[in-house]
């Protein structure tokens, strides 16, 4: 089967049936507003840290309805054939701002914001969904993994723990939290991650004894690899390593044992050996506690494989997609919201902004409601836009967008108190604030 | 950007060095067995179900390097000349064979066995594991939910909660293991699955009242439509809906609120209003515990979200892929296992039974090392064919795949010992044991 290149399906049934009975009672439209945003941090964490719009602006440009797509909604009756004739002329005319992407954020941080005509905007609900409550798990966990490993570099190598194609995108997230490097070939050349990878034990098996498999990586690799020392007994393996590669060995990798301890005794051994340089990796089933056990300890590097593509025990991040205002024509803005219990939102426009002492130190969130800006010079606004009138800003997309990205999400951390790197649940790290017109500040 | 429609870069950077060491010492022609399985079943499941097949062999059919990715491989030079030369003929020639796509399974059983060369065999690994990996924790989480379900019907509506193309794969994985339908189209289009949804509460939200919205819902959909009536306040939605669509509205839809009580009041309150008919679904974060709670409740319907896209609290099945066997030229096969604490494998080649009382129930997983066939009458092997000398066996693909595999679920399932339906943590439902070559049985 040829993979479909159209995005358009990426969507649930639902807001199609939304649109057809839209055009149908002349809602279709009316001009809305729809935010995306987090009611609350997952597992009672300091902060979040926002991803995947580079990715959602390039499903974005192939959200479009093809010959393929609309014979599928025709076949099963999915809509009308009026709203299907629509349906193969969209392209999404509106206008699109947002949180840069590798922002921190906190509860109610309004992370998008689409303007459109409702048919336009309720259909983009479930693929911007997606691409925000996945990628953002992945650089939320993956951040606290960089604050954790202290300087220290990372690298994801998870890939065989998520979907095959999530494995790419949790590759780019966790790029953009910090992380050194991935062990995912495509993330490499769709996004522009460094990739890195040696050897894994089945290298080791399928040699008759473990110096054949040595001495050839060292052949073919070069004497600066990592080798992989604990197939069978780790310190044979240091002997053997040493003794084939000579002192000047990159690294060794553990993959399994109780590190603390292993780790001090691979240490002990390399450096008698005279191997004093050469580097230790860790990657049994770490995340950010395990690193931050490992805080005492030689490692020189860790690799991530299963908790920071499943967003450490939090691997939906928990975002929604709300109609938050609509008018008709040229009229007032309308603001709207449910009451579901445990489910409210807050109506209205949004302008945010990242309060900040005097000394750059962010203090809180402050979100204006109705629209209108707020803040003083030391406020920092945290909308850009990414689409105007239907037009992608293209510097937020490839691999460009993604070294930007990570450059502002360094740069957001840094700005945090310090107590927002505590890996311990608690409050969020910024309290959230609703500015009203009439000037009124309300904790959200 | 336009998306490679090769997959052959779903691969960890690691497997292509190992590829590329092996080209020089000789062993990249050692004819291998790779196994792919769980050592255990996560959250002390009493089963799991195994999906994905269909899906790795349309990935397989793919996996091959073009010009594209060579120029990457080239560029970072990832892997030398002559290895760049040997993966621009790569097309996988080896043999698949494994366990039914929807087929329960238990600690240790041999779901997938892959017989190559090692540079063929060896850069599979993370494209299959990412598959069976995800695909496998959804159709483990989503079987538990038909059970408790007890005969009415689920759908499928998380696509929101996991990557953009993860849902689609999820969307498969519950239909597999007995969810209705999706909300997501792509998986309709795609693999065949039933898709269904109405509104959501942007549609309220977007009219000036809630009667409005009910009103044009009905026109534009017919009075068989499931209406959202958790906006504002249940009761009063409740009212509204039946004076707009009369007593044969076709169902009211809940996504809030405490759901054993809420159900009861909106059951007796549809009743009092003549509408005895109309049927009630719920859709606010539902599990496989919450589920089972509402046994008794006069529940038609489940929509489920987070938690089975998520694999309910497991969303990695653990799952790993092995070098089991090698040999050299024709010679005998070696099994190989690494030692390593607490990630031992069991070397050599397999042949997995369902052992199963005279009744058919079944009583046991056996395993026979070493290969040969095992079993009596009553027992059920459990390989099929997927691949022979790199042709793949293409019943097991696509839309008629899918519904195969949904139809060896159910069977698989119905065999099972009535203990497996139990929802608490407790021992594997059935005991894996390995049958050696003298005839001796050991518990895995």
Chains 1, 2 share one sequence.
């Not at 941080?109 to 990628?135: H, K, Q």
């Not at 780019?172 to 070939?185: D, E, H, K, M, Q």
């Not at 399994?256 to 230790?280: C, F, H, M, W, Y």
Request: charged letters at 25%; aromatic letters at 8%.
């Amino acid at each position: 089967m040829t993979p479909y290149l159209s995005t358009a399906l990426l969507t649930d049934h639902y807001e199609l049936t939304m649109v057809d009975a839209a055009m149908q009672d002349g809602t279709a439209d009316r001009e809305c507003v729809f935010e995306l945003f987090a009611r609350r941090l997952p597992n009672d964490r300091r902060y979040g840290v926002v991803a995947g719009i580079g990715r959602a602006l390039e499903l974005l440009a192939r959200f479009q309805f093809e010959d393929a797509e609309l014979e599928f909604l025709r076949e099963n009756r999915v809509v009308s054939d009026a709203t299907l004739e629509w349906l193969a002329n969209y392209k999404f005319s509106g206008t699109i701002r947002g949180y840069r992407e590798g922002e921190v954020y906190f509860p109610q941080s309004p992370l998008l914001e689409v303007r459109s005509i409702f048919a336009e905007g309720v259909i983009l609900e479930t693929m911007l969904l997606s691409v925000f409550n996945y990628d953002s798990a992945v650089a939320s966990a993956a951040a606290r993994m960089v604050s954790a490993a202290d300087g220290r570099p990372l690298a994801e190598m998870g890939s065989r723990r998520t979907g095959e194609r999530s494995a790419v995108s949790a590759a780019r997230a966790a790029f953009i939290a910090g992380f050194s490097a991935t062990s995912n070939l495509e993330a490499g050349r769709s996004w522009g991650v460094p990739t890195m990878g040696t050897a894994a034990h089945s290298w080791t098996l399928l040699h008759d004894n473990e110096r054949d498999a040595f001495a050839a990586q060292v052949a073919a690799l070069g004497v600066d690899t990592t080798l992989l020392v604990d197939t069978y007994d780790v310190p044979n393996a240091i002997r053997t390593a040493i003794e084939v590669a000579g002192t000047e060995l990159g690294g060794v990798r553990l993959d399994s044992g109780d590190l603390p301890v292993l780790v001090r005794e691979v240490r002990e051994q390399l450096d008698d050996l005279g191997a004093t340089n050469t580097k230790i990796t860790v990657t049994n089933d770490l995340d950010e506690y395990a690193i931050a056990s490992l805080a005492a300890s030689p490692v020189d590097a860790f690799g991530v494989g299963t908790s920071v593509v499943t967003g450490s025990g939090a691997v939906a991040s928990g975002m929604v997609y709300k109609l938050v205002a609509r008018r008709e024509g040229d009229g007032d803005w309308v603001p709207v919201a449910k009451a579901s219990p445990g489910k409210r939102s807050v109506g209205g426009l949004k302008y945010p902004v990242r309060r900040r002492d005097e000394r750059g130190v962010a203090t809180g969130e402050l979100i204006s409601v109705g629209g209108l800006p707020v803040g003083d010079d030391d406020d920092r606004p945290l909308y850009v836009d990414y689409v105007v009138d239907g037009v992608i800003d293209e510097q937020y997309t490839g691999a460009a967008g993604v070294r930007a990205a990570r450059a502002h999400c360094a740069e957001a951390m840094a700005e945090l108190p310090r107590t927002a790197r505590r890996l311990g649940k608690g409050e969020p790290a910024l309290s959230t604030y609703y500015i009203h017109d009439d000037g009124s500040m309300e904790l959200a």
